[in-house]
């Protein structure tokens, strides 16, 4: 928005220096006049001759003074007139973005020559027609006869634009320029201002808020510029001229933004910061932050309607002269209704920016009260030297009933940053009956009651009300002992104690404003000990009393005895009987009590930020070779068992030995954590060690209980402590990676724990007892094809904790390369999911009571219950048997029970085999035919023989 002019100046070798003067002139009061009458108008100046040069751009115009300073203080570059160069040099280098050119902003060229064009390398038409020039205005002025040639003439009516000669002038001499300033100006920007502006501007309302600052430079806040989207002038006193400064009035978001509503200025080591709110910016708010007259950086708000950047207060915390804070007021901000918020930006000195701090936090009591309304820096009114601020909440308390409402917080600063929470609340009916809106505006840093303090105004409807400032005090409080330390096992000891108080004042505190106030305070002895170890003389582990107040004072309490201009208390020590080296705390508690309030004195008041409450160390007298810190060398030891078996071991002891080789070790002790599978039962401390008392156990987690032993106390000297401590072991399932740990502590400065784990290795007991029906069986070989038989074997016992039984069952199926045996079937009394489940598995090659190559076949069966049977069922090959089995060979089928031993322990496990013999037997046959084919031959022989003789003797 807005419009841009450039003045390109002819500075060549043909114009005279003091006709370059009167140029300079010239522009510098058509530029001085065009900044009275246009706030919007931004402008730069290249000068060129043997080179082209820009002066300043249009990021500078937001400083009149520093830009009309700028044309005055232009040198002239001489020799040639490069005037297309130049105008080129202008679309290139001064109407971007980033030099400072808005796309939506008019653009104008005034270009002030002598003569034609000399050495110039870029070609005017060339120039005049490129798109970049499309929708500039320009402005030609010639001066001297140059221009009564054609040439010249022509080339001067092609660098201004309109139609006709109308944005063409002509003077005879540099002096003669002044009479042109009227009518170039009026051709430029209308008679009445920016085109378009006049109505944009008529509804400003500038100075809706104002900000001063310094004698020649006022701030204002215009909202209504731009059909309320507001803006922000900076009008210079000296120079009459005005910039202003706005988000673009073609941004949606920006409409009816009300920017200016609030303006204030920060400081930093760069320059000013020119800070503007638009509380209805987006719906939500926005304050912008501008420096040299371009927009640095947006803060936005987070609730739509809270009206965030309606009030701005910049913070210099600790007077430095640097911005350190922003305050924004969004006082509209709810939650249950309008309570208000105050927010907080820190200005980071590096980068100029603001970055979010932590809101400020007040609990309005009422849900209207708009806290936030109004932020005020208030100068330093506590007198710590950091700077502090009031912020107004005029509608708090309207819905109570009171005929006065609203209030004012104050809030105290500290370094960098604001002390939370405030320091003081001043409500409307605490100042005076009707006052309404109280708070509604604050100011401060004023002192109108001349005593050094700033005071505070604040704004009520139809009425002002100043307050005073009263002083803010502190205490510096003291406490000594004698003797300094408590001797540990002298029960009568007595310790005198000597309390007193330093009065502190930032400010002068009238005597007589001393002598209305009392220092009320109390003692408390051993505030961390459920049982005191000191008391006073009464028992007691209080006392209170009333000083007047003065410099310097000491107390006088009845229980304490005189010693000198200072007061003394005794305090008797208890017999210590357990806790005798940690210190004994001793707490100090005061406050202010003010009488007969007289308003023509200003009463002072206790630093709200002051802790109310100071603790002492009394602490007891140790034995460490003159050192303020006994070093202690406990070293441990420990002994267990590994293995526990559940259902089978009952106990189980832990020997442990704690040894100290250094200096006394205070209060040392022990703590056991075990799994709740064991029960503690006892611990036995051998005589020669020191007293050991152990405590009842305690859960430490749903699976773990701890067992505190207190070891020698009070003091562990160079001894050892042994002792063994037992427990009963449950008979129920550990969890995972169960361990007792062992720490021990003292109260010793700088002292470590000591610890150690004994992982247990847990294991559960199941017994388990194998038999088979019969343990012989007899299988004759000479009778039949096949036999069946069944292989039955029986396991009893108790399984508590579900361990997995195996049994395996190994049957003789092949006997030299014979098949005998054949499973035809396994199964078991109780088959089924829950029950027992078996599979045959491969053969193997095993030798049994000296039968060779006898292959075995193997039937795995596993069982989660407590009792079950096995049948193997088999068919037996009499035919194979009988042509290589000896009459008595005996085969095995074995039976054998199987665990997983890493979890399980069986007892008795003699009794996990059995055996099951098969022997097997023939019939003896009596082979005859040898004997019936020997008498056959025998008898054909004897035949032969009878014929032979019969023969001889002829028969």
Same mark, same amino acid.
């Given at each position: 928005?807005?419009?841009?002019?450039?003045?390109?100046?002819?500075?060549?070798?043909?114009?005279?220096?003091?006709?370059?003067?009167?140029?300079?002139?010239?522009?510098?009061?058509?530029?001085?006049?065009?900044?009275?009458?246009?706030?919007?108008?931004?402008?730069?100046?290249?000068?060129?001759?043997?080179?082209?040069?820009?002066?300043?751009?249009?990021?500078?115009?937001?400083?009149?003074?520093?830009?009309?300073?700028?044309?005055?203080?232009?040198?002239?570059?001489?020799?040639?007139?490069?005037?297309?160069?130049?105008?080129?040099?202008?679309?290139?280098?001064?109407?971007?973005?980033?030099?400072?050119?808005?796309?939506?902003?008019?653009?104008?060229?005034?270009?002030?020559?002598?003569?034609?064009?000399?050495?110039?390398?870029?070609?005017?038409?060339?120039?005049?027609?490129?798109?970049?020039?499309?929708?500039?205005?320009?402005?030609?002025?010639?001066?001297?006869?140059?221009?009564?040639?054609?040439?010249?003439?022509?080339?001067?009516?092609?660098?201004?634009?309109?139609?006709?000669?109308?944005?063409?002038?002509?003077?005879?001499?540099?002096?003669?320029?002044?009479?042109?300033?009227?009518?170039?100006?009026?051709?430029?920007?209308?008679?009445?201002?920016?085109?378009?502006?006049?109505?944009?501007?008529?509804?400003?309302?500038?100075?809706?808020?104002?900000?001063?600052?310094?004698?020649?430079?006022?701030?204002?806040?215009?909202?209504?510029?731009?059909?309320?989207?507001?803006?922000?002038?900076?009008?210079?006193?000296?120079?009459?001229?005005?910039?202003?400064?706005?988000?673009?009035?073609?941004?949606?978001?920006?409409?009816?933004?009300?920017?200016?509503?609030?303006?204030?200025?920060?400081?930093?080591?760069?320059?000013?910061?020119?800070?503007?709110?638009?509380?209805?910016?987006?719906?939500?708010?926005?304050?912008?932050?501008?420096?040299?007259?371009?927009?640095?950086?947006?803060?936005?708000?987070?609730?739509?309607?809270?009206?965030?950047?309606?009030?701005?207060?910049?913070?210099?915390?600790?007077?430095?002269?640097?911005?350190?804070?922003?305050?924004?007021?969004?006082?509209?901000?709810?939650?249950?209704?309008?309570?208000?918020?105050?927010?907080?930006?820190?200005?980071?000195?590096?980068?100029?920016?603001?970055?979010?701090?932590?809101?400020?936090?007040?609990?309005?009591?009422?849900?209207?009260?708009?806290?936030?309304?109004?932020?005020?820096?208030?100068?330093?009114?506590?007198?710590?030297?950091?700077?502090?601020?009031?912020?107004?909440?005029?509608?708090?308390?309207?819905?109570?009933?009171?005929?006065?409402?609203?209030?004012?917080?104050?809030?105290?600063?500290?370094?960098?940053?604001?002390?939370?929470?405030?320091?003081?609340?001043?409500?409307?009916?605490?100042?005076?009956?009707?006052?309404?809106?109280?708070?509604?505006?604050?100011?401060?840093?004023?002192?109108?009651?001349?005593?050094?303090?700033?005071?505070?105004?604040?704004?009520?409807?139809?009425?002002?009300?100043?307050?005073?400032?009263?002083?803010?005090?502190?205490?510096?409080?003291?406490?000594?002992?004698?003797?300094?330390?408590?001797?540990?096992?002298?029960?009568?000891?007595?310790?005198?104690?000597?309390?007193?108080?330093?009065?502190?004042?930032?400010?002068?505190?009238?005597?007589?404003?001393?002598?209305?106030?009392?220092?009320?305070?109390?003692?408390?002895?051993?505030?961390?000990?459920?049982?005191?170890?000191?008391?006073?003389?009464?028992?007691?582990?209080?006392?209170?009393?009333?000083?007047?107040?003065?410099?310097?004072?000491?107390?006088?309490?009845?229980?304490?005895?005189?010693?000198?201009?200072?007061?003394?208390?005794?305090?008797?020590?208890?017999?210590?009987?357990?806790?005798?080296?940690?210190?004994?705390?001793?707490?100090?508690?005061?406050?202010?009590?003010?009488?007969?309030?007289?308003?023509?004195?200003?009463?002072?008041?206790?630093?709200?930020?002051?802790?109310?409450?100071?603790?002492?160390?009394?602490?007891?007298?140790?034995?460490?070779?003159?050192?303020?810190?006994?070093?202690?060398?406990?070293?441990?030891?420990?002994?267990?068992?590994?293995?526990?078996?559940?259902?089978?071991?009952?106990?189980?002891?832990?020997?442990?030995?704690?040894?100290?080789?250094?200096?006394?070790?205070?209060?040392?002790?022990?703590?056991?954590?075990?799994?709740?599978?064991?029960?503690?039962?006892?611990?036995?401390?051998?005589?020669?060690?020191?007293?050991?008392?152990?405590?009842?156990?305690?859960?430490?987690?749903?699976?773990?209980?701890?067992?505190?032993?207190?070891?020698?106390?009070?003091?562990?000297?160079?001894?050892?402590?042994?002792?063994?401590?037992?427990?009963?072991?449950?008979?129920?399932?550990?969890?995972?990676?169960?361990?007792?740990?062992?720490?021990?502590?003292?109260?010793?400065?700088?002292?470590?724990?000591?610890?150690?784990?004994?992982?247990?290795?847990?294991?559960?007991?199941?017994?388990?007892?194998?038999?088979?029906?019969?343990?012989?069986?007899?299988?004759?070989?000479?009778? *039949?094809?096949?036999?069946?038989?069944?292989?039955?074997?029986?396991?009893? &016992? %108790?399984?508590?904790? !579900? =361990?997995? $039984?195996? #049994?395996?069952?190994?049957?003789?199926?092949?006997?030299?390369?014979?098949?005998?045996?054949?499973?035809?079937?396994?199964?078991?009394?109780?088959?089924?999911?829950?029950?027992?489940?078996?599979?045959?598995?491969?053969?193997?090659?095993?030798?049994?009571?000296?039968?060779?190559?006898?292959?075995?076949?193997?039937?795995?069966?596993?069982?989660?219950?407590?009792?079950?049977?096995?049948?193997?069922?088999?068919?037996?090959?009499?035919?194979?048997?009988?042509?290589?089995?000896?009459?008595?060979?005996?085969?095995?089928?074995? *039976?054998?029970?199987?665990?997983?031993?890493?979890?399980?322990?069986?007892? &008795? %496990?003699?009794?996990? !085999? =059995?055996? $099951?013999? #098969?022997?097997?037997?023939?019939?003896?046959?009596?082979?005859?035919?040898?004997?019936?084919?020997?008498?056959?031959?025998?008898?054909?022989?004897?035949?032969?023989?009878?014929?032979?003789?019969?023969?001889?003797?002829?028969?």
């Amino acid at each position: 928005s807005g419009r841009e002019i450039a003045f390109i100046l002819d500075g060549s070798g043909s114009i005279e220096p003091e006709d370059f003067e009167r140029a300079k002139a010239f522009i510098h009061k058509m530029m001085k006049t065009l900044y009275e009458k246009c706030s919007e108008c931004s402008f730069a100046v290249v000068q060129y001759g043997f080179e082209i040069r820009t002066e300043f751009d249009l990021r500078d115009s937001w400083d009149p003074r520093a830009t009309l300073q700028k044309v005055l203080d232009i040198a002239q570059v001489c020799n040639v007139t490069r005037t297309a160069s130049a105008m080129q040099h202008v679309l290139d280098s001064v109407f971007t973005e980033s030099h400072g050119s808005r796309r939506d902003a008019a653009k104008v060229m005034v270009v002030l020559t002598d003569g034609e064009i000399l050495l110039d390398e870029m070609n005017l038409t060339t120039v005049i027609n490129s798109p970049q020039m499309a929708g500039i205005e320009r402005y030609a002025i010639g001066v001297g006869n140059a221009f009564k040639k054609p040439k010249a003439l022509k080339e001067l009516q092609l660098i201004a634009s309109g139609p006709g000669d109308s944005n063409v002038f002509q003077v005879t001499n540099y002096s003669a320029l002044d009479g042109l300033l009227s009518a170039l100006q009026q051709s430029i920007i209308g008679v009445e201002g920016v085109q378009g502006d006049a109505l944009q501007f008529e509804l400003a309302q500038a100075g809706f808020s104002v900000q001063v600052l310094d004698k020649q430079l006022l701030m204002f806040g215009a909202v209504g510029a731009f059909d309320w989207s507001g803006g922000v002038l900076l009008y210079d006193l000296v120079t009459k001229t005005a910039a202003f400064l706005n988000e673009s009035k073609e941004a949606e978001n920006a409409k009816h933004s009300y920017l200016g509503y609030s303006v204030a200025v920060a400081h930093t080591d760069y320059g000013p910061l020119h800070v503007a709110g638009a509380p209805r910016h987006s719906m939500t708010g926005k304050v912008l932050v501008f420096q040299d007259g371009r927009l640095k950086q947006a803060l936005e708000g987070e609730q739509v309607g809270s009206y965030f950047g309606s009030e701005l207060c910049p913070l210099d915390v600790d007077h430095d002269g640097v911005t350190d804070l922003l305050l924004v007021g969004a006082p509209f901000y709810h939650v249950r209704g309008e309570e208000g918020r105050v927010y907080a930006y820190r200005l980071e000195t590096e980068t100029g920016l603001f970055t979010p701090e932590e809101p400020l936090h007040v609990q309005v009591t009422s849900p209207s009260a708009r806290f936030g309304f109004t932020v005020a820096s208030v100068g330093d009114i506590n007198g710590d030297g950091y700077a502090d601020i009031a912020v107004g909440a005029p509608l708090e308390d309207q819905l109570s009933g009171h005929s006065s409402f609203g209030s004012v917080y104050i809030f105290n600063g500290d370094k960098d940053k604001i002390k939370s929470p405030f320091s003081q609340r001043i409500k409307a009916s605490e100042v005076s009956s009707g006052l309404q809106y109280f708070g509604q505006s604050v100011a401060g840093g004023f002192d109108f009651t001349h005593d050094g303090l700033p005071d505070i105004t604040v704004g009520s409807l139809q009425s002002v009300a100043v307050l005073r400032s009263r002083p803010v005090v502190r205490f510096l409080t003291s406490m000594s002992f004698n003797p300094e330390r408590i001797p540990v096992f002298q029960n009568d000891s007595v310790v005198t104690a000597e309390l007193c108080f330093a009065l502190v004042a930032a400010s002068p505190v009238s005597p007589q404003a001393l002598s209305r106030l009392h220092l009320l305070y109390s003692v408390d002895l051993d505030v961390r000990m459920a049982k005191a170890r000191v008391r006073f003389e009464d028992q007691n582990t209080t006392a209170s009393g009333e000083l007047s107040v003065s410099k310097h004072m000491c107390s006088e309490l009845q229980l304490f005895t005189l010693v000198g201009d200072v007061a003394c208390c005794s305090s008797f020590l208890q017999p210590c009987d357990w806790d005798c080296f940690s210190s004994v705390a001793v707490r100090v508690k005061h406050e202010l009590r003010q009488e007969n309030a007289n308003v023509e004195v200003a009463v002072p008041v206790l630093d709200r930020h002051q802790p109310s409450e100071t603790h002492f160390q009394l602490p007891y007298k140790k034995d460490c070779n003159n050192r303020p810190v006994c070093a202690a060398n406990l070293t441990l030891t420990t002994r267990i068992q590994k293995e526990l078996v559940v259902g089978h071991t009952k106990e189980v002891t832990m020997n442990i030995s704690l040894t100290n080789t250094g200096e006394d070790s205070y209060l040392t002790t022990m703590v056991l954590s075990y799994p709740k599978n064991l029960r503690f039962k006892k611990v036995t401390v051998e005589p020669s060690s020191p007293a050991t008392h152990c405590g009842q156990p305690a859960p430490l987690t749903a699976a773990v209980l701890a067992c505190n032993c207190r070891i020698g106390h009070p003091v562990l000297s160079k001894t050892t402590a042994v002792l063994a401590v037992t427990w009963q072991l449950d008979e129920r399932v550990f969890q995972k990676q169960p361990a007792i740990t062992i720490s021990v502590t003292n109260l010793n400065e700088d002292s470590t724990v000591l610890t150690e784990e004994h992982a247990l290795d847990v294991r559960y007991a199941f017994t388990a007892v194998l038999s088979r029906a019969v343990s012989l069986m007899y299988v004759n070989v000479s009778e *039949g094809l096949l036999e069946s038989r069944e292989f039955t074997f029986s396991i009893n &016992g %108790e399984n508590r904790f !579900n =361990a997995t $039984i195996g #049994l395996h069952v190994w049957v003789p199926v092949r006997i030299q390369g014979h098949d005998i045996i054949t499973i035809t079937n396994v199964s078991a009394t109780q088959d089924g999911a829950a029950g027992t489940r078996c599979c045959s598995r491969s053969a193997a090659l095993l030798a049994f009571q000296g039968v060779q190559d006898v292959q075995y076949r193997s039937v795995l069966c596993t069982l989660r219950t407590h009792r079950d049977s096995v049948n193997v069922a088999a068919e037996l090959a009499l035919t194979e048997a009988r042509q290589f089995l000896k009459s008595g060979t005996v085969l095995l089928v074995l *039976g054998k029970i199987t665990f997983n031993r890493e979890l399980y322990l069986g007892l &008795g %496990e003699e009794n996990h !085999n =059995a055996e $099951i013999a #098969l022997v097997f037997l023939k019939n003896e046959v009596f082979d005859s035919l040898p004997i019936v084919l020997g008498s056959c031959v025998g008898g054909l022989l004897l035949l032969a023989l009878i014929t032979l003789l019969l023969w001889k003797v002829g028969i």
